[in-house]
């Protein structure tokens, strides 16, 4: 537990103690996923390629492959016609092949000429027209891989490259982590859910929609446990019914106030630290297990939420399931603004990128979640610092998040 008065705690502190519960509390099960179904996925086994790719030395062009040596300079016939899909016999001597892009090269060429530098004579005979190289427009046999090399790790998240990847050398399933079970609870006495009349004091429940879709795309299976009242019975009641959860994800109830009846439910049967984080939006956190399972309470107000999950949570998850690069990449770009005032807490402004600068939205409010939608990425400025135009900022894009 912590105080009012203890200090805060530095980003990196708190994802390093996350990283290690998740290595704590790995999700090690596999199933086997047909490629179609995988996309968002972790690899639980290093993909192997049971053959060389290509498998067999093809034409990068349309054109004409012949054998080098056998050419002085003279017209060539032509002997066969290769298109991509067929085998090809072996060359005849003295002969070239008409060959298209992707075709097998015949035994015995050894070379092939684009289309546009040679002529065809009225007796068929093809003249090349310029000097040739041998190996010349063919893509060897193994340039990609070779059967046996370790094309991904165990622990790559799996997106539409490495789906592709895995079907160009004929894998039509993956081994993959299970999906994780993530149980979503939004507290609050005032949310309502989108579709229905908001009455007085009531604001609608944004939280649990931006947190289902983005576990989603986490490969996560979602128990969406919906909106916890704030009732102490009857949270009770909700987490009871939370059976064999990999974790529980609530929203809200996380700071000092008088109603956090989820904190107190989940604390009578298990143990809960409240840290307080050197990041805004997002310095409260809950962090804890509940008979036995796994708790992260993300603070209520919608961007606290946003950037507590995107940089706390999701590495978190992505390491149960074995993903060693969990933080997002980022980059330096020259601040389109001013910072003035020193904080004590590292800014992430929802910002976005303006002729190379970064522009941060007028109105930084965690409560506005609209800065986010509007933004491309989080731009840090660090605690105790302040900032001229053009000074470098860290730039992390949205679509590093969110993924
Ligand atoms: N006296 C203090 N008050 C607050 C402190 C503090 O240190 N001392 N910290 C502030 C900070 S920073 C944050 S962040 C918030 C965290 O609040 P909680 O996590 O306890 O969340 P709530 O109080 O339940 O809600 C905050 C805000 O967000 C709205 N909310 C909550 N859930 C949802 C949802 N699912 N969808 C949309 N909006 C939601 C809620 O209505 C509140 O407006 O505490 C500060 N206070
Ligand atoms: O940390 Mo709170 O998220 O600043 O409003």
């Known amino acids: 537990m912590s105080d009012a008065h203890s200090p805060l705690m530095p980003v990196e502190q708190a994802l390093e103690r996350l990283l290690a519960l998740a290595e704590s509390t790995p999700i090690r099960e596999h199933e086997l996923v047909d490629l179609a179904a995988a ?61 298209f892009t992707g075709a097998p ?43 046996g090399e370790t094309l991904l790790a165990a622990g790559t998240q799996l997106g539409p490259i490495e789906l592709g990847l895995a079907a160009s050398i004929g894998l039509a399933q993956l081994p993959v982590r299970r999906r994780p079970l993530v149980a979503v609870l939004s507290t609050g006495d005032e949310l309502v859910e989108p579709g229905q009349a908001l009455g007085a004091g009531q604001i609608y429940n944004s939280n649990r929609y931006l947190l289902v879709a983005w576990l989603q795309r986490l490969g996560c299976q979602v128990i969406d446990a919906g909106i916890l009242p704030d009732d102490l019975e009857r949270t009770r009641q909700a987490l009871a019914e939370l059976q064999d959860v990999d974790l529980i994800l609530s929203t809200g109830g996380v700071s000092v106030g008088e109603a956090d009846f989820l904190g107190i439910a989940l ?20 962090v804890g297990e509940f008979r036995g399972r796994p708790v992260i309470g993300l603070p209520g ?21 074995g993903v060693e690069k969990v933080e997002p990449l980022g980059f330096q770009v020259p601040a389109g603004f001013t910072w003035g005032k020193p904080g004590k807490r590292r800014e992430f402004l929802r910002a976005r990128l303006e002729s190379g600068r970064v522009v941060p939205y007028a109105n930084q409010s965690s409560g506005v979640l609209r800065s986010a939608a509007w933004a491309e990425g989080l731009a840090q400025v660090p605690e105790g610092t302040t900032l001229a135009e053009g000074d470098l900022v860290q730039f992390i894009p949205m679509s590093e998040l969110l993924g």
């Not at 498998?55 to 349309?62: E, G, I, K, R, V």
């Not at 092939?112 to 427009?137: I, P």
């Open 39 to 99: 996309d968002g996925r972790v690899l639980a086994e290093p993909m192997v390629a049971g053959l060389d790719l290509p498998p067999w030395p093809n034409s990068a062009m349309d054109g004409y492959a012949l054998r080098l040596a056998d050419w002085q300079g003279q017209a060539l016939p032509v002997s066969q016609r290769i298109f991509a899909g067929m085998a090809p016999e072996a060359l005849q001597p003295g002969t070239c092949a008409r060959i």
């Open 105 to 147: 090269i015949p035994q015995g060429a050894d070379t092939v000429e684009m289309q546009e530098n040679v002529s065809v004579g009225d007796d068929g005979r093809v003249h090349f027209n310029q000097a040739l190289k041998v190996a010349q427009n063919i893509r060897p046999q193994g340039q990609e891989n070779r059967q």
């Open 267 to 286: 604390r009578e049967a298990g143990d809960l630290a409240l840290w307080k984080l050197a990041i805004k939006p997002g310095k409260p956190l809950t």
């Open 301 to 321: 107000n919608p961007a606290s939420t946003l950037v507590t999950f995107g940089l706390l949570a999701r590495p978190y998850l992505l390491r149960r399931l």
